[in-house]
């Protein structure tokens, strides 16, 4: 009798573990990408929080980025929970290279996996130096879940040529072949078909989903919307420019500045060099128009700066190597910024005055104006200065100081900029300051 009780304990004990199993399904049904790269980061961080017994990667792709399955494959590897795959219906190229790192394949009927050959951003098969990488990186992940090397570099090929570079016979299986291979445990029709094959039915199966922070993320990688985000960024700095001190201009830039490149950075497209490039911009455009006369190699350069650290941010680039950038992201990323800061100089510049207008500028201006006819006075200078010659004393932006007869005044030109040490002429005296004109020799 105890060996029975004590057998019955036993088998409820067992029961109770398959029930309290906890599943964790991730999606890989796209391209990959960094958003994909990031997205299965997320799951399986996810996973663990939730002490997740076993990750099942739900795929069907036709690859992608190398480098960004690189990071997935890494990532699986060194997962210390079980992997399965349930391939329904491709896994191609680097959705091969993902298959294989995890523990156990499982294919639908009609299913493919295969078909390595890494190809370039126009769809081209990339160089040798490119494809023995993948060979190498296929041949280690077999390695390390007891699968045939020979068979993974296969899914590679072999390139043939330089010029015009081809590549040899490339394995690709079905499904059937895939099992006859030992690349695929079994068929199955459905993932719940895969659930009852691994007992999973009294499980708790959890399908991962991005949380409303994530997927807000996402929403700013849409280039329509970082379009709309750099016409904020445009627009703010132009404003405050016009008219400095008011502030909410300028926190509309820094608002629109962050929402660009944040989503980058996170998701993986964008790296710490482009973010810092964009300011190293900035800090060149102020010292253009602060410290330096004129507008010359530091306005350009500091605009040249920023241009490009806006379209390196939405390319998967590595340090200005764009072999694996597909073409028509390059662009898209290209047109958006600057189609933007064109429709952006468009807009501050025909809009810009009527904002200014407008009632809700009113509301957060000082709108009021001090007239001489209302009582208002300032300090005038005693002399009449009109047509008297003098020297600048600083640049003059328009405003700046001249010295006149040995002494400092505060004046400022129509406009024009003027450099320190030059002759100036007083064409008209407005209370304390003073208009000039350069005197040209």
Same mark, same amino acid.
């Given at each position: 009798?105890?060996?029975?009780?004590?057998?019955?304990?036993?088998?409820?004990?067992?029961?109770?573990?398959?029930?309290?199993?906890?599943?964790?399904?991730?999606?890989?049904? +796209?391209?990959?990408?960094?958003?994909?790269?990031?997205?299965?980061?997320?799951?399986?961080?996810?996973?663990?929080?939730?002490?997740?017994?076993?990750?099942?990667?739900?795929?069907?792709?036709?690859?992608?980025?190398?480098?960004?399955?690189?990071?997935?494959?890494?990532?699986?590897?060194?997962?210390?929970?079980?992997?399965?795959?349930?391939?329904?219906?491709?896994?191609?190229?680097?959705?091969?290279?993902?298959?294989?790192?995890?523990?156990?394949?499982?294919?639908?009927?009609?299913?493919?996996?295969?078909?390595?050959?890494?190809?370039?951003?126009?769809?081209?098969?990339?160089?040798?130096?490119?494809?023995?990488?993948?060979?190498?990186?296929?041949?280690?992940?077999?390695?390390?879940?007891? $699968?045939?090397?020979?068979?993974?570099?296969?899914?590679?090929?072999?390139?043939?040529?330089?010029?015009?570079?081809?590549?040899?016979?490339?394995?690709?299986?079905?499904?059937?072949?895939?099992?006859?291979?030992?690349?695929?445990?079994?068929?199955?029709?459905?993932?719940?078909?895969?659930?009852?094959?691994?007992?999973?039915?009294?499980?708790?199966?959890?399908?991962?989903?991005?949380?409303?922070?994530?997927?807000?993320?996402?929403?700013?990688?849409?280039?329509?919307? $970082?379009?709309?985000?750099?016409? /904020?960024?445009?627009?703010?700095?132009?404003?405050?420019?016009?008219?400095?001190?008011?502030?909410?201009?300028?926190?509309?830039?820094?608002?629109?500045?962050?929402?660009?490149?944040?989503?980058?950075?996170?998701?993986?497209?964008?790296?710490?060099?482009?973010?810092?490039?964009?300011?190293?911009?900035?800090?060149?455009?102020?010292?253009?128009?602060?410290?330096?006369?004129?507008?010359?190699?530091?306005?350009?350069?500091?605009?040249?700066?920023?241009?490009?650290?806006?379209?390196?941010?939405?390319?998967?680039?590595?340090?200005?190597?764009?072999?694996?950038?597909?073409?028509?992201?390059?662009? /898209?990323?290209?047109?958006?910024? /600057?189609?933007?800061?064109?429709?952006?100089?468009?807009?501050?510049?025909?809009?810009?005055? +009527?904002?200014?207008?407008?009632?809700?500028?009113?509301?957060?201006?000082?709108?009021?104006?001090?007239?001489?006819?209302?009582?208002?006075?300032?300090?005038?200078?005693?002399?009449?200065?009109?047509?008297?010659?003098?020297?600048?004393?600083?640049?003059?932006?328009?405003?700046?100081?001249?010295?006149?007869?040995?002494?400092?005044?505060?004046?400022?030109? $129509?406009?024009?900029?003027?450099?320190?040490?030059?002759?100036?002429?007083?064409?008209?005296?407005?209370?304390?300051?003073?208009?000039?004109?350069?005197?040209?020799?």
């Amino acid at each position: 009798m105890k060996k029975y009780i004590a057998l019955l304990s036993f088998l409820l004990f067992a029961l109770t573990k398959v029930a309290a199993q906890k599943v964790f399904v991730i999606n890989i049904r +796209q391209e990959i990408d960094p958003q994909m790269s990031h997205f299965v980061d997320l799951g399986l961080k996810a996973a663990t929080r939730d002490s997740a017994d076993y990750i099942i990667i739900d795929m069907d792709t036709y690859g992608g980025a190398l480098t960004d399955a690189d990071k997935i494959r890494t990532a699986l590897l060194d997962y210390p929970k079980p992997v399965y795959v349930y391939i329904n219906k491709n896994a191609a190229s680097a959705g091969a290279l993902i298959s294989i790192a995890c523990d156990s394949i499982y294919m639908d009927r009609g299913s493919n996996i295969g078909s390595a050959t890494v190809v370039d951003g126009e769809g081209k098969p990339a160089p040798d130096k490119y494809q023995s990488f993948m060979r190498a990186m296929m041949r280690s992940t077999a390695e390390v879940n007891n $699968r045939n090397p020979d068979i993974a570099e296969s899914m590679v090929g072999t390139v043939v040529g330089t010029d015009s570079i081809t590549v040899g016979k490339v394995t690709a299986f079905t499904t059937s072949e895939a099992i006859a291979n030992h690349y695929c445990e079994a068929e199955v029709r459905s993932l719940t078909d895969l659930y009852k094959r691994l007992h999973f039915e009294n499980a708790h199966i959890t399908v991962f989903e991005l949380s409303t922070v994530d997927e807000i993320v996402n929403l700013f990688m849409n280039p329509a919307l $970082r379009g709309l985000i750099l016409l /904020l960024i445009i627009g703010g700095i132009y404003f405050e420019l016009q008219t400095p001190g008011v502030g909410f201009p300028l926190i509309a830039a820094m608002i629109g500045v962050a929402l660009y490149f944040i989503p980058s950075y996170l998701t993986g497209v964008a790296e710490y060099w482009e973010i810092i490039l964009f300011f190293v911009g900035i800090v060149l455009l102020f010292l253009e128009i602060a410290v330096i006369p004129g507008f010359g190699i530091a306005g350009v350069s500091g605009l040249f700066c920023i241009v490009i650290s806006l379209i390196l941010a939405g390319l998967n680039n590595h340090i200005f190597d764009f072999t694996f950038v597909p073409e028509n992201d390059i662009i /898209l990323s290209s047109a958006t910024v /600057l189609i933007s800061f064109t429709l952006g100089m468009v807009l501050v510049f025909v809009a810009g005055n +009527q904002f200014m207008k407008s009632a809700l500028f009113n509301r957060v201006t000082l709108q009021d104006t001090f007239q001489a006819s209302e009582g208002f006075t300032s300090n005038f200078n005693e002399n009449t200065f009109v047509g008297k010659l003098g020297i600048s004393y600083s640049v003059l932006r328009p405003s700046g100081k001249v010295q006149i007869d040995g002494k400092i005044y505060d004046a400022y030109s $129509r406009g024009e900029y003027i450099a320190e040490q030059k002759r100036i002429e007083v064409i008209q005296q407005v209370g304390s300051s003073l208009k000039v004109k350069e005197v040209h020799d």
